[in-house]
């Protein structure tokens, strides 16, 4: 076995290219953290991969092999939820004493944790605010009236808007208003959906806070001795990725997208989002003296006027003249966000809660703890069948009030009161906890759930989105480190009302929190016990006379069809220590390595299993398993390419 010297101290193992460590090498400086730990690395492992090789592993190297043996078949069946495997790999680890109490909770307060949780927190108040739904609504308007159009205004919106949101936000506000589109232009929704799904994961590779895969990369590299990655570090990228993608469904993707429109009840369950209310305007409200465009403006509402009552009396349409005036009663549609919103706004109100609100219980002073808003169906065959709700007398017969109403298929105009309840109607229910008792246990009522709607803030919208666009630019221009970055603005909008706090912890997805947290100590008990270095020095010695390019496709090729069966963030996790230790023992940047691995896991679509907003569009876009594979493998060697290719120019070897 040859013999080489690194740092004046031989290493009897595999074979690396020595490197010239003199000032006058061309990799000095560019390299030095390079060299320094190749040198260290196989200083300090040199004599135990010796010594492994003619006695085995060491014991901590084997409980660690068989503790990421159970982790990876525990994540790939699925027989436990990932975010109890990943406390179980804490205290594995801690127990085994792989690693130190302090290392192996160190991943709840590591930098792509705590970064994960802000940007919930900043995605839900755009959400909140309104800001995504009227960023897809004017994705919407853009779209035209040929496909052609439709995806490459979609696809590029998409992604730019995933790169600094949730992807399954964005994949799920959008797809209503493409499902919408798709039965307005009739074009299949199979051919708009698949897109839709893609772009939001292409977008992801814009930006180190689109995935969690790539702060985890970041981490890695950082305690590689590297520089971690900057927010736009991967952009040049992730933007290539978004245009070859686009320019795939264009070209290609529509050819091998199928022709069906998709599900009907999951269309119909998403359109259940306009109710029937009744509005009283208040003698202090603001909106007095304003039409009811100015009021929508000022108050950012989202209602249609089906009709306007004074003084007892129907005013006569159409009401764009019309000027609001106290005591008045708007009957209207509205969203459940505008419903929660009219109740705790100052100047109107629900018109059945001001005209009973002498007989309802008092409101708690934390109306995060009130909500008293459920709804019921009514029954087939319910004796409440063509009655109204004026004579079943819901106040006197329950202690409940209908302030709200929802048909399929209906425009209703006629008052709360006078409307005669047929089967299947909704009726939304406010009243205390007796009360809604009541409503539940008679039988002529179906599916007693709560109301699903949060107060919305469009007037907030403005700040919430300048709140955004501050804490990136701060990151872009590196003033501070970028997990503090982002809890400022996790904190900018909950101080400007832009979100409640409740609201703000609602929105962080905590399985997604702790299983960061646990994936984190999984790679570094990996680099602690040598297992990344031994690994990595296999592999050397199987590939190691490759050309980069060749062993970047091979790394993503291997990440890409695991990660069908893993997170992004389990397979960073896992394969980022052991391609930066592989790059070091190549000699090469582990850069390019880290980030291919991170690029592999969130940009492969070989199934729609891979990602979870594929599943969010398999049964609206009427898909089959294969229609999936024969649109994501060839766009998913198209991506390694692209990435094999553009890591390397932006980082070398």
């Not at 007095?288 to 009552?309: C, H």
Request: charged share 15%.
């Amino acid at each position: 076995m040859p013999e080489t010297t690194c740092c004046a101290q031989p290493v009897s193992l595999f074979w690396v290219p020595p490197l010239d460590l003199g000032q006058d090498s061309a990799l000095d400086g560019r390299f030095g953290p390079i060299n320094r730990l190749h040198c260290e690395g196989l200083a300090q492992y040199g004599n135990e991969w010796v010594g492994m090789m003619n006695d085995g592993l060491e014991a901590q190297q084997v409980i660690f092999i068989g503790i990421l043996i159970v982790s990876f078949a525990l994540l790939i069946t699925e027989k436990m939820r990932n975010d109890m495997v990943a406390l179980l790999i804490i205290v594995a680890l801690g127990l085994t004493q792989v690693l130190t109490a302090e290392e192996a909770l160190a991943g709840f307060s590591s930098e792509p944790a705590i970064i994960v949780a802000a940007i919930f927190v900043l995605s839900g108040a755009l959400q909140h605010t309104g800001v995504s739904e009227t960023i897809g609504n004017w994705i919407g308007r853009l779209t035209g009236s040929t496909y052609n159009r439709a995806i490459a205004v979609i696809m590029p919106t998409v992604a730019l808007l995933s790169a600094f949101t949730h992807h399954l936000t964005t994949t799920a506000f959008m797809l209503p208003i493409l499902l919408d589109y798709s039965r307005k232009r009739d074009i299949p929704a199979s051919r708009l959906l698949m897109p839709l799904s893609i772009a939001a994961s292409l977008g992801t590779t814009i930006t180190i806070i689109g995935a969690p895969a790539f702060l985890i990369a970041s981490s890695v590299l950082q305690r590689s001795g590297r520089p971690g990655l900057s927010i736009f570090s991967i952009a040049p990228i992730g933007l290539a990725l978004t245009v070859v993608g686009t320019l795939f469904m264009l070209l290609l993707g529509r050819y091998l997208l199928p022709d069906r429109k998709g599900t009907s009840d999951i269309g119909d369950r998403l359109r259940l989002d306009r109710y029937f209310t009744e509005l009283t305007i208040l003698p202090d409200s603001p909106l007095v003296g304003k039409t009811l465009e100015e009021a929508k403006a000022l108050r950012q509402y989202e209602f249609t006027v089906a009709g306007w009552i004074r003084d007892g009396q129907r005013l006569p349409g159409p009401f764009t003249e019309q000027y609001l005036d106290a005591g008045d009663i708007l009957l209207v549609h509205t969203t459940p966000e505008d419903l929660i919103t009219f109740q705790d706004d100052q100047g109107v109100d629900l018109h059945p809660i001001e005209k009973f609100k002498a007989y309802l219980p008092e409101v708690t002073e934390d109306k995060e703890l009130d909500p008293q808003l459920v709804q019921a169906v009514v029954a087939p065959r319910s004796e409440m069948i063509g009655r109204t709700v004026r004579d079943v007398d819901f106040r006197r017969r329950y202690g409940a009030l209908v302030v709200a109403f929802w048909r399929r298929g209906s425009f209703v105009q006629k008052e709360l009161a006078r409307i005669k309840l047929r089967a299947g109607d909704v009726l939304v229910l406010r009243g205390d906890e007796d009360a809604l008792s009541r409503v539940e246990k008679d039988p002529a009522f179906l599916l007693f759930v709560p109301f699903q709607g949060e107060r919305r803030l469009r007037r907030r919208a403005p700040v919430a989105a300048l709140i955004m666009l501050a804490t990136v630019v701060l990151a872009v221009l590196n003033i501070a480190p970028l997990e503090i970055l982002m809890l400022a603005g996790a904190a900018a909008v909950i101080l400007t009302g832009c979100i409640t706090p409740a609201q703000a912890y609602r929105a962080i997805d905590a399985r997604i929190f702790v299983f960061i947290a646990g994936a984190i100590p999984l790679g570094t008990a990996m680099q602690k016990t040598g297992v990344s270095d031994l690994i990595a020095a296999w592999l050397q010695q199987a590939i190691g006379g490759w050309p980069p390019f060749l062993i970047l496709l091979l790394i993503f090729a291997i990440v890409g069809i695991l990660t069908q069966f893993m997170s992004d963030a389990a397979t960073t996790a896992l394969f980022g220590p052991l391609a930066a230790a592989l790059a070091v023992t190549l000699g090469h940047a582990p850069e390019a390595y880290v980030v291919t691995v991170a690029m592999g896991s969130v940009a492969a679509f070989i199934t729609p299993i891979g990602h979870h907003g594929n599943l969010l569009v398999y049964g609206p876009g009427g898909y089959q398993f294969n229609d999936f594979i024969r649109v994501g493998v060839p766009l998913t060697v198209l991506v390694g390419l692209v990435v094999a290719a553009l890591s390397l120019l932006l980082w070398g070897v």
